[in-house]
């Protein structure tokens, strides 16, 4: 069988089966992180405009935006997911290099509006998309991520297997559905290697692109079954042509689902096991930041790689500097939206301790990636002392989550200067209880 077709009889046998209490609380979490991923989003350029642009396709359709404008499903599915990613803070996949819920969930979402699922099966969507989309990225690994930008690649498989679930594709359709959307797969790193706002569009089109293959193969669309692992297939083309004969030996028993890493920081997420070493070296020690000398970040190479601004000048270029979250993160405390501010963005006190810090890539902590995202942080002190600490994971991370009450926090935090504290606390409360809804509309 081709990759396709062990994803097309595993979703054929999932349906079946009921969800695991376990998995379906993790999938209620992982809504609720989008939710808190997209509120944010929606203020940002990229999205303002991609909604000017699809005018055309809002104001009619069965499902919404995120504060309830009508929109066809694709369009829905476009612009959620293109806001979901904008902010910087949606979840991600640590062994595929990859943010599954932007797309998948704004896909899902869409597709489950448009045709009036139930919550729970919304839900059981969602899990589909992740366990699908992540092995996928799992097996492009690391040659894959030099150059494609995985949320917009790999997310195009997780939004087409969470609408085909929605949509009750047979495994025949499933199958093909995969197959199309392969062929849509997008997204470059180089869009984010200088100040764009292209970026969180890969996650939008990738949630568009997977609901799109999704409706063409229900009404009979074919495409390639051996796209994936063929000689002139994805694997080849944008990989080391890898082994695909294991793809589906864990399906149903591991559920890459209960292992997503949810941010605590806002930004570039390479840079966060720098900053909570940061952070940690401050709290053991009682350091100011006028008491630093020096700091030097030694991390893993896509770090430096795509969180390489040494000299920010804009909002966008400071989530991607491992040099202005750290220091960032030693004046104020914290990186939270109030860190991409004008004000902060200037701040003299942050700009003078960037000069100080220093990165590289540690050979051991590189060879690790991307299974593990850690940081070794040295702090040269002005009376001398040399302070230093290996954070060996980021909080949030499966080795130390977020708990469900910070996952809360999050969502409230990020939700109510958008919608309004009490609103917020309302969807969260419902977002605990969609597998009871009757419907998402």
């Given amino acids: 069988m081709h990759a396709t077709e062990v994803f097309a009889r595993y979703a054929t046998e999932f349906h079946r089966q009921p969800l695991p209490e376990e998995v379906l609380h993790h999938a209620k979490r992982a809504v609720i992180d989008w939710h808190a991923s997209l509120y944010p989003g929606l203020a940002t350029e990229p999205v303002r405009l991609l909604e000017d642009t699809s005018a055309e396709d809002l104001d009619r359709g069965r499902a919404r935006l995120a504060q309830g404008r009508a929109a066809t499903a694709r369009a829905a599915a476009l612009i959620n997911g293109t806001a979901a990613h904008a902010a910087e803070v949606d979840d991600s996949f640590r062994d595929a290099m990859y943010h599954p819920g932007a797309a998948t969930i704004a896909a899902a979402l869409a597709a489950g509006q448009d045709g009036g699922s ?9 899990v589909l998309g992740y366990e699908v989309s992540t092995r996928i990225g799992v097996v492009l690994g690391r040659p894959h991520y030099q150059f494609w930008h995985n949320t917009g690649t790999v997310g195009t498989f997780g939004a087409a297997a969470a609408a085909a679930g929605l949509l009750k594709l047979d495994e025949a359709a499933f199958a093909h559905a995969l197959a199309t959307c392969a ?8 869009a984010f290697r200088m100040d764009s706002m292209s970026k969180p569009l890969h996650a939008g089109r990738a949630a568009e692109a997977g609901l799109l293959a999704a409706q063409l193969a229900r009404r009979g669309l074919t495409g390639s079954l051996d796209v994936l692992d063929g000689e002139a297939g994805l694997g080849q083309a944008m990989s080391n042509g890898p082994d695909w004969t294991r793809i589906g030996a864990t399906l149903g028993t591991d559920f890459h689902i209960t292992r997503l890493t ?6 570039c997420g390479h840079s966060f096991a720098a900053i909570d070493g940061a952070l940690e070296l401050q709290r053991l020690h009682g350091i100011r930041a006028s008491d630093i000398a020096h700091v030097h970040v030694a991390t893993y190479r896509p770090a430096l790689e795509i969180a390489c601004y040494e000299r ?3 909002a966008n270029e400071a989530r991607f500097s491992l040099h202005y979250v750290v220091a960032s993160a030693l004046v104020h405390g914290s990186v939270r939206l109030a860190a991409y501010e004008p004000e902060r963005l200037d701040d003299p006190v942050t700009r003078d301790l960037m000069v100080r810090i220093s990165v590289a890539v540690d050979p051991e902590l590189d060879a690790a990636f991307p299974g593990q995202r850690a940081a070794r942080i040295t702090i040269t002190t002005v009376d001398g002392r040399r302070l230093t600490h290996l954070q060996p994971n980021r909080k949030g991370d499966p080795e130390q989550p977020l708990s469900d009450a910070e996952l809360e926090s999050k969502l409230i935090e990020l939700a109510s200067p958008v919608i309004g504290s009490e609103q917020a606390r309302a969807l969260l409360a419902r977002l605990w209880t969609l597998d009871s809804e009757e419907t998402l509309s």
């Fill in 312 to 314: 920010p000048t804009t």
């Fill in 183 to 190: 062929t849509f797969a997008a997204g470059l790193q180089q």
């Fill in 118 to 126: 139930t919550g729970l099966e919304f839900l059981r969507s969602v």
């Fill in 262 to 267: 949810l941010k605590n920081h806002i930004g």
